[in-house]
């Protein structure tokens, strides 16, 4: 007789299906948890930073190194190149408008300058020679004019004389004519002579001129010769010290190769290299500030020069109102430039939290500081100190912001105090 086996509820296949299914549950529930911003971490109060945001003053500026620098240099080049013959003084010396400083040879200057002089003597000699002969070329004219002259006043006086006489039948037709052909002639001479004396006139002005101007062109390259014979010998351009001098007893220098420089030393002003992201906002007559010894001072940019290199473009800075006693030609100071007026905001304390979170989000402490948050929020401007928060936080808001290389992935900090 047959006998029915009772069927079993809990077979090992349906145990491993359940058991399976409950661990994919887990999982799903568990990576949900985390990824829809549930997840927790119990974090040690001593371990982070915890700030405060408050409403406040608030100046954007960044900080940048300067360099003291004297408010002028002037820059020796050698203006003819040539032979380091003679040193004058050493590099540092405080010189006077004029003084030498060195003197270089060029022998080919030398020579020029000696022939240019001795074309000047030349001309001179020619414009001597051409003048004695023009006087006495004007002397025979003078003197044949002269001989024509007496010769028409004779004609003259025979051909009245013989006209009278004509008339009176004193003398033949033939002696009347001869007179009158002689006086005719003596005239035409005597104009032509006229007119010769008269362009030999303005052709001895015109060559006198042209001489000269000759003279004058070749009295003022000997001039500019003699000058580039002078700037062999390097004199100081107005006062200052001396400094970079480069140049050493026979040494050949080339024409505009850099000697040394003057530095004007009544005053100073501060170089500065910003970085060039900043080269928009920067402009004359921002201000910035340095403390030496304890005490505060004012720079004004006055130039800015726009040449990028290496990633940065430099400013000249001057001091305002005053100049600190103790300070430097290349001391470096360290100065906090200001990009904006003072104002009014919201801020928060500067930290390594915005590494990891771009400043778009923060974590917020809850009332009793138990918990803190992960809370939306927008920041604004800068400065090494503080951020300025535009949306998300209110003034007495407590905040964590140091870094949070361990909890991008988490929601809330459960803020714990560790016992000793």
């Known amino acids: 007789m047959d006998r029915a086996i009772p069927k079993k509820k809990w077979t090992r296949k349906?145990?491993?299906?359940?058991?399976?299914?409950?661990?994919?549950?887990?999982l799903i529930s568990a990576s949900v948890y985390y990824t829809s911003g549930g997840s927790k971490l119990n974090v040690d109060t001593q371990r982070i930073s915890i700030s405060e945001v408050k409403r406040?003053?608030?100046?954007?500026?960044?900080?940048?190194?300067?360099?003291?620098?004297?408010?002028?240099?002037?820059?020796?080049?050698?203006?003819?190149?040539?032979?380091?013959?003679?040193?004058?003084?050493?590099?540092?010396?405080?010189?006077?408008?004029?003084?030498p400083i060195l003197r270089l040879s060029n022998t080919d200057l030398e020579l020029s300058l000696a022939n240019q002089e001795t074309a000047v003597f030349n001309l001179l000699?020619?414009?001597q020679i051409s003048r004695n002969a023009a006087s006495q070329n004007t002397i025979m004219k003078l003197n044949q004019g002269t001989d024509v002259d007496n010769l028409y006043k004779e004609a003259k006086r025979v051909y009245d004389?013989?006209?009278?006489?004509?008339?009176?039948?004193?003398?033949?037709?033939?002696?009347?004519?001869?007179?009158?052909?002689?006086?005719?002639?003596?005239?035409?001479?005597?104009?032509l002579?006229?007119?010769?004396?008269?362009?030999?006139?303005?052709?001895?002005?015109q060559e006198q001129g042209q001489a000269a101007e000759s003279l004058i062109r070749t009295k003022e390259a000997l001039r500019i010769m003699r000058k580039k014979v002078e700037d062999l010998v390097v004199r100081a351009p107005l006062d200052g010290q001396l400094t970079s001098l480069d140049a050493e007893i026979g040494q050949n220098k080339n024409k505009g190769e850099r000697l040394g420089q003057i530095d004007v030393i009544t005053g100073f002003k501060v170089r500065v290299e910003i970085d060039e992201h900043y080269i928009t906002r920067v402009f004359p007559g921002l201000q910035g500030e340095f403390t030496l010894s304890g005490k505060d001072y004012k720079l004004t940019i006055?130039?800015?020069?726009?040449?990028?290199?290496?990633?940065?473009?430099?400013?000249?800075?001057?001091?305002?109102?005053?100049?600190?006693?103790?300070?430097?030609?290349?001391?470096?100071?360290?100065?906090?430039?200001?990009?904006?007026?003072?104002?009014?905001?919201?801020?928060?304390?500067?930290?390594?939290?915005?590494?990891?979170?771009?400043?778009?989000?923060?974590?917020?402490?809850n009332e009793d500081g138990s918990v803190a948050y992960r809370t939306e929020i927008q920041l604004g401007r800068q400065n090494p100190e503080y951020y300025e928060v535009l949306q998300g936080l209110n003034p007495g808001d407590k905040v964590v912001t140091s870094s949070y290389d361990l909890y991008t992935q988490t929601q809330e900090l459960i803020l714990k105090e560790k016992k000793e």
């Open 14 to 26: 349906k145990i491993v299906t359940i058991v399976v299914a409950a661990f994919i549950v887990f």
């Open 56 to 99: 406040g003053p608030f100046k954007e500026f960044i900080p940048v190194n300067g360099i003291v620098l004297p408010i002028s240099t002037i820059y020796l080049d050698a203006v003819e190149g040539g032979r380091v013959e003679e040193i004058f003084v050493e590099d540092g010396t405080m010189m006077k408008k004029g003084d």
């Open 125 to 127: 000699t020619q414009m």
């Open 161 to 191: 004389l013989n006209s009278q006489l004509y008339k009176s039948n004193a003398i033949s037709l033939q002696e009347f004519k001869q007179s009158e052909n002689n006086y005719h002639y003596a005239l035409e001479k005597k104009k």
């Open 193 to 205: 002579t006229e007119q010769i004396l008269k362009q030999d006139s303005v052709s001895t002005k």
């Open 302 to 365: 006055q130039k800015v020069y726009s040449q990028v290199k290496n990633g940065k473009f430099q400013v000249d800075m001057k001091f305002e109102n005053e100049v600190p006693k103790d300070v430097r030609r290349g001391q470096t100071l360290q100065i906090r430039l200001a990009l904006s007026d003072e104002t009014e905001a919201l801020l928060v304390a500067k930290g390594a939290f915005y590494q990891q979170t771009g400043g778009n989000w923060i974590f917020k402490l």
